[in-house]
């Protein structure tokens, strides 16, 4: 039912499905002509400068959602659910999260069958979305878009009258007062300037829904949200980068990915996971199955690893902060939509680089401020002659060749007695000898273990050990100015699968994912000789026989050596199973001559859709390193 007011749009007395549509098409609308303002003032929990950013990727994913359900949203609560979905899918950000949960609560209190609502029915559904909202956000804070959103849930309460146009106008009109309210409730951005950026984008979406309704367009100036005003950006001071009043100032990295089909215990286990590794943590559902899991960290592969704890995660994402937009009032600060230097944006005025020290002080070999890589630094000297490199610690004179060739700075692990401390030196002589800002190092050959023991367990300590002599390594370079990220593979196969996707032309953090992503991946598999007896899942082996391996357990024995060529053959099959487009095989020192021609033929016949590449690897212990993509 619609009825007129003067020469404007009808107002509507009920919400149906093509309302919704039109509700969420105009808070794109406006999201869009106010993300600059909203990326502007954007300073808390972190001044990352992206909620605007962050909130319209993630409500154009939910109209996205929407027009491609036409079947499924025959009703408002089938449709906004559509939204919900989209939103969480393509969230962006705790914004992009928090949104998702309040079109979630708007889905789960509307009546499912009803093909219309009205004003009772909002007033419900406003109560689930600041419930669902507020469980979303690990530390809830006075002075933020959950101030803003209880408002309006309080002011809907309180309406006295249950027609929609007075309870869509009550409630975008109190959160348009909260909004105004939180420079007062938040020091940080009383001191800014400025109101609450996500409290900002939720009042953009309120007032979309107001003029749907009600038939009035919003004014949209630019630097005014629903009547709080917001500083015109060359009255905007800087973003307090070197102060936060909420999140960790040791946390660099937002990491965001998608898990389906968690029980509620476990998607609790998950949080309480995600909490004892970072902050900002959010792990919330769409209601249907569909998790989405937001964290600040600085270990990205514990966080991604804690998904895989509990499920499969996908459509993985990594922003590191200092990467992002400058933020308010920063000198040299760009639009995040619109930068196109990888590296990241000019650091704002006043705020060290990555490395520096405070109040101004460089690490031995930094630059100072305003210098860029391959410049006069510290002293005089150049500190970094390049922006990014590879190091991959692995054995064998051609395994080593084909990461020369690839273009990675290449450690052979020490042998003898050297061990642990010989490698540590090694690889930070390595990693600085390299003069790069970031340095993805590839583990990919574990210190050799005991010569008597050939199983998984002996395979695990000694590449746990060798990780951590890595990362000591990468520690002290860090210490040094270098940014540099551990990649831990067990095999030279799956390093070469990494940097196979090594990029230099993107963000490092999404660099080192990609490769990351890339080794995992990858099946790995070896055959190799036993050196002592030892028990495995397949039985007994004695010295002498042939063991197949993949992923670290034993899978075949074969005490006939003569038989080694039809058991790499099977080796292959049984990696295979479980489908591969790729097969790459490196031949160890002691590998027969003529079995790369073997595999060949045997996978033209037996797998013709496969493709494979046999390489002379000469490592030695093992007769053919396996990998399956």
Avoid at 143 to 164: E, F, I, K, N, Y
């Amino acid at each position: 039912m619609r009825r007129r007011v003067g020469k404007e749009e009808p107002v509507l007395e009920v919400l149906d499905v093509t309302a919704v549509r039109r509700w969420a098409a105009a808070c794109v609308r406006s999201l869009e002509a106010h993300r600059k303002a909203l990326d502007r003032i954007n300073v808390f929990p972190v001044p990352d400068g992206d909620t605007g950013t962050n909130l319209l990727h993630t409500m154009r994913a939910a109209l996205d959602a929407l027009l491609r359900a036409p079947a499924r949203a025959g009703t408002v609560a089938t449709a906004v659910a559509e939204l919900a979905r989209g939103a969480l899918t393509g969230a962006r950000g705790n914004s992009g999260v928090i949104l998702s949960q309040v079109l979630r609560g708007l889905a789960e209190a509307l009546p499912g069958s009803a093909a219309a609502v009205g004003g009772a029915a909002l007033r419900r559904a406003l109560c689930r979305a600041d419930e669902l909202a507020t469980a979303a956000v690990a530390e809830p804070a006075a002075g933020t878009v959950l101030s803003v959103l209880h408002a309006a849930r309080v002011a809907a309460q309180r309406c006295p009258s249950d027609d929609l146009p007075e309870v869509v106008t009550c409630a975008a009109q109190e959160a348009a007062r909260a909004l105004a309210d939180t420079p007062r409730q938040l020091a940080v951005l009383a001191r800014a300037g400025v109101v609450d950026a996500g409290g900002s984008g939720l009042v953009v979406v309120l007032d979309a829904l107001a003029s749907v309704v009600t038939g009035r367009e919003p004014a949209q100036p630019t630097t005014t949200v629903a009547g709080a005003a917001l500083p015109a950006p060359d009255a905007l001071p800087a973003a307090p980068t070197t102060v936060r009043e909420a999140g960790s100032a040791r946390y660099d990295y937002e990491v965001m990915y998608l898990v389906d089909e968690l029980a509620e215990d476990t998607a609790s286990a998950l949080r309480t996971r995600l909490a004892e590794i970072g902050d900002c943590v959010s792990v919330v559902g769409d209601g249907v199955g569909r998790w989405a899991v937001h964290v600040h960290c600085n270990d990205i592969g514990a966080a991604v690893e804690a998904g895989i704890a509990v499920g499969r995660p996908h459509r993985i994402s990594v922003a590191r902060f200092t990467d992002q937009a400058g933020v308010p009032g920063a000198a040299g600060g760009t639009d995040p939509q619109d930068a196109t230097d990888q590296r990241g944006p000019a650091e704002p005025d006043g705020a060290e680089p990555d490395g520096a020290e405070p109040d101004g002080a460089e690490p031995d070999g930094a630059e100072p401020d305003g210098v860029e890589a391959g410049g006069a630094g510290h002293d005089g000297e150049d500190r970094f002659t390049r922006d990014r490199a590879v190091v991959a610690l692995v054995g064998g004179a051609g395994v080593a060749e084909l990461f020369r060739a690839e273009g990675a700075v290449v450690v052979e692990p020490p042998g003898g007695a050297a061990g642990a401390a010989a490698l540590r030196d090694e690889l930070r002589a390595a990693i600085a000898g390299t003069r790069a800002r970031h340095v993805t190092v590839l583990t990919a050959e574990p210190l050799p273990a005991d010569a008597s023991t050939t199983t998984a367990t002996a395979t695990t300590t000694a590449t746990a050990a060798t990780t951590s002599t890595t990362a000591t390594a990468a520690d002290v370079a860090a210490l040094a100015g270098q940014e540099v990220v551990v990649v831990p593979t067990l095999s030279p196969v799956q390093a070469l699968a990494a940097l196979a996707v090594h990029d230099p032309g993107r963000r490092a953090a999404d660099d080192v994912v990609a490769m990351a992503e890339a080794a995992a991946a990858t099946r790995r598999g070896e055959l190799l000789t036993a050196s002592g007896q030892a028990l495995t899942w397949v039985g007994r082996c004695q010295p002498g026989d042939l063991l197949g391996m993949v992923d670290g357990e034993v899978v075949l024995i074969e005490p006939d050596p003569a038989r080694l060529t039809a058991r790499a053959t099977e080796l292959v099959d049984r990696m295979l199973a479980g489908s591969g487009e790729l097969v790459t095989v490196l031949l160890g020192e002691a590998a027969p001559d003529g079995i790369g021609d073997v595999l060949a033929e045997h996978l033209r016949t037996a797998h013709p859709e496969v493709d494979l590449a046999v390489y002379h690897g000469g490592q030695t212990g093992v007769i053919l390193s396996v990998g399956v993509e």
